[in-house]
């Protein structure tokens, strides 16, 4: 079958489909992965397809409206700035997708392009499937994840996803417009056509470990929590040379990095971060990523891309952004935690990390200073219990296979034959266990209860 994965984003919304579509891709299926130039050696170093869409999202978080970004302090408004970003560079981005749709079988979508994908979809008769890094649907259990709030209670909760999934809506309407005159269909919005793929049981597999974050008890059927999709790494890769040596010349070092993240001022914040990591008393691995992150001396190594599962695990910590894709890399890797949350979902994991008591309490970016960022080293890293707690969960996620589901799915359609349709995709997912809408995931995990306060879930 030919799929085609549809991303766009950071890194980190483009590492994860590589892991997905090579598994895919050795099961027999013929895999293309459509994003954003920059990470087009990405995806064909593991042996997929690639088409490109326009736009490079590195240059927009650096220009003037992405920096803008850090002078919003409250979550709500870095999320109204970004909506103007994205609804400035949806167009062009539609077109790209259409192009990409065209000889494909199955759409798998990212939930950033999924408005568009839907009815793209739609209008080709191509079935769809979402394939998710952050749970957006509805819950009282906790509050949307790019609000980077503690829980408002069940009823607020729900609220709370609703308000971001209709801004995000705010995104769509011009090119969604387009897209269904394009293709003939008939006048609808971007919130309804939502609306009736959600009461169609549009399928969604969500690429993240049911030990952080359990199925919602009261998400709708269809939706699915299936395990990490990790980023595809070459077999027998390792790591530079220059990694190796500094690893062999002292203890182990503390890993600093920003992912994809940007910053008004570098300089800076690599200042801080360096002194930091001293006080600490720790030898220090630095990323320099989007952030630009850079140091000197004998006791710090800047590297670049350099893949975690490699790196991780030679680390005594992990001071990362608390992205989602490196907040489950470090728990992969069985090692403590350091969240420096910058923006949107990353608040989310943090307290994930905290509750799971592989991370002490999270130290926001902006709140980040060379003394409690040397107190939260060394607390993660002098506490035998972080690290304790940390290889338990590992072993945990490690024994997950997170791609079986979605294969699984893509399978069942293939071994069907595509189904040509005009209107809404039939759900694809197999039988659900009774009251769970779930294809037999378990339901181990990380919650927030009505309270605010997280609990963790005992393996079922």
């Given at each position: 079958?030919?799929?085609?994965?549809?991303?766009?984003?950071?890194?980190?919304?483009?590492?994860?489909?590589?892991?997905?579509?090579?598994?895919?891709?050795?099961?027999?299926?013929?895999?293309?992965?459509?994003?954003?130039?920059?990470?087009?050696?990405?995806?064909?170093?593991?042996?997929?397809?690639?088409?490109?869409?326009?736009?490079?999202?590195?240059?927009?978080?650096?220009?003037?409206?992405?920096?803008?970004?850090?002078?919003?302090w409250s979550p709500a408004g870095k999320?109204?700035?970004?909506?103007?970003?994205?609804?400035?560079?949806?167009?062009?981005?539609?077109?790209?997708?259409?192009?990409?749709?065209?000889?494909?079988?199955?759409?798998?979508?990212?939930?950033?392009?999924?408005?568009?994908?839907?009815?793209?979809?739609?209008?080709?008769?191509?079935?769809?499937?979402?394939?998710?890094?952050?749970?957006?649907?509805?819950?009282?259990?906790?509050?949307?994840?790019?609000?980077?709030?503690?829980?408002?209670?069940?009823?607020?909760?729900?609220w709370s996803a609703g308000a971001v999934?209709?801004?995000?809506?705010?995104?769509?309407?011009?090119?969604?417009?387009?897209?269904?005159?394009?293709?003939?269909?008939?006048?609808?919005?971007?919130?309804?056509?939502?609306?009736?793929?959600?009461?169609?049981?549009?399928?969604?597999?969500?690429?993240?470990?049911?030990?952080?974050?359990?199925?919602?008890?009261?998400?709708?059927?269809?939706?699915?929590?299936?395990?990490?999709?990790?980023?595809?790494?070459?077999?027998?890769?390792?790591?530079?040379?220059?990694?190796?040596?500094?690893?062999?010349?002292?203890?182990?070092?503390?890993?600093?990095?920003?992912?994809?993240?940007?910053?008004?001022?570098?300089?800076?914040?690599?200042?801080?971060?360096?002194?930091?990591?001293?006080?600490?008393?720790?030898?220090?691995?630095?990323?320099?990523?989007?952030?630009?992150?850079?140091?000197?001396?004998?006791?710090?190594?800047?590297?670049?891309?350099?893949?975690?599962?490699?790196?991780?695990?030679?680390?005594?910590?992990?001071?990362?952004?608390?992205?989602?894709?490196?907040?489950?890399?470090?728990?992969?890797?069985?090692?403590?935690?350091?969240?420096?949350?910058?923006?949107?979902?990353?608040?989310?994991?943090?307290?994930?990390?905290?509750?799971?008591?592989?991370?002490?309490?999270?130290?926001?970016?902006?709140?980040l200073t060379p003394a409690n960022l040397?107190?939260?080293?060394?607390?993660?890293?002098?506490?035998?219990?972080?690290?304790?707690?940390?290889?338990?969960?590992?072993?945990?996620?490690?024994?997950?296979?997170?791609?079986?589901?979605?294969?699984?799915?893509?399978?069942?359609?293939?071994?069907?034959?595509?189904?040509?349709?005009?209107?809404?995709?039939?759900?694809?997912?197999?039988?659900?266990?009774?009251?769970?809408?779930?294809?037999?995931?378990?339901?181990?995990?990380?919650?927030?209860?009505?309270?605010?306060?997280?609990?963790?879930?005992?393996?079922?």
């Amino acid at each position: 079958m030919r799929v085609a994965i549809m991303t766009a984003g950071s890194r980190g919304d483009v590492a994860p489909y590589t892991g997905l579509g090579h598994r895919l891709a050795a099961a027999g299926h013929e895999v293309t992965i459509v994003t954003h130039e920059r990470f087009a050696g990405l995806v064909t170093a593991a042996g997929l397809g690639y088409r490109a869409v326009p736009v490079d999202p590195q240059a927009e978080l650096a220009s003037q409206a992405g920096l803008g970004l850090h002078r919003s302090w409250s979550p709500a408004g870095k999320l109204v700035r970004l909506l103007g970003i994205a609804r400035s560079l949806v167009g062009e981005l539609a077109e790209a997708l259409v192009t990409a749709a065209g000889d494909s079988e199955l759409l798998l979508l990212n939930g950033a392009v999924a408005p568009l994908g839907q009815v793209i979809g739609e209008g080709l008769g191509v079935p769809s499937m979402g394939v998710y890094l952050q749970p957006l649907a509805a819950t009282g259990e906790f509050v949307s994840p790019m609000l980077g709030t503690g829980s408002w209670g069940g009823p607020a909760n729900r609220w709370s996803a609703g308000a971001v999934n209709a801004s995000l809506d705010m995104i769509f309407p011009d090119a969604c417009r387009d897209l269904r005159t394009r293709f003939g269909l008939g006048p609808r919005s971007v919130r309804a056509t939502r609306r009736a793929f959600e009461q169609a049981d549009w399928p969604v597999f969500h690429g993240f470990s049911p030990q952080i974050v359990r199925r919602p008890a009261d998400w709708r059927p269809g939706l699915t929590v299936t395990g990490y999709w990790w980023p595809h790494t070459a077999a027998g890769a390792g790591l530079p040379a220059a990694v190796e040596e500094f690893l062999a010349a002292g203890p182990a070092p503390v890993f600093v990095g920003l992912g994809s993240a940007t910053v008004p001022d570098p300089e800076k914040l690599s200042a801080t971060v360096v002194r930091g990591l001293r006080a600490a008393g720790v030898r220090g691995v630095i990323q320099q990523g989007w952030s630009g992150l850079a140091a000197d001396g004998d006791d710090m190594l800047v590297v670049g891309d350099v893949p975690h599962d490699l790196l991780f695990p030679h680390m005594a910590a992990v001071v990362h952004h608390a992205g989602a894709g490196t907040t489950g890399a470090g728990l992969r890797a069985g090692v403590p935690a350091v969240p420096v949350p910058v923006q949107f979902d990353a608040a989310f994991w943090a307290r994930r990390l905290t509750a799971l008591g592989v991370a002490p309490r999270p130290v926001p970016l902006r709140a980040l200073t060379p003394a409690n960022l040397a107190a939260a080293v060394h607390q993660a890293v002098g506490d035998p219990g972080y690290a304790l707690r940390a290889a338990a969960v590992a072993e945990r996620i490690r024994a997950e296979d997170g791609v079986r589901p979605v294969c699984e799915a893509v399978d069942r359609l293939a071994a069907g034959g595509r189904r040509k349709h005009r209107g809404l995709q039939l759900p694809l997912h197999g039988k659900r266990e009774a009251g769970t809408g779930e294809a037999g995931v378990g339901e181990a995990g990380v919650g927030e209860d009505g309270t605010g306060e997280a609990r963790v879930g005992e393996a079922g």
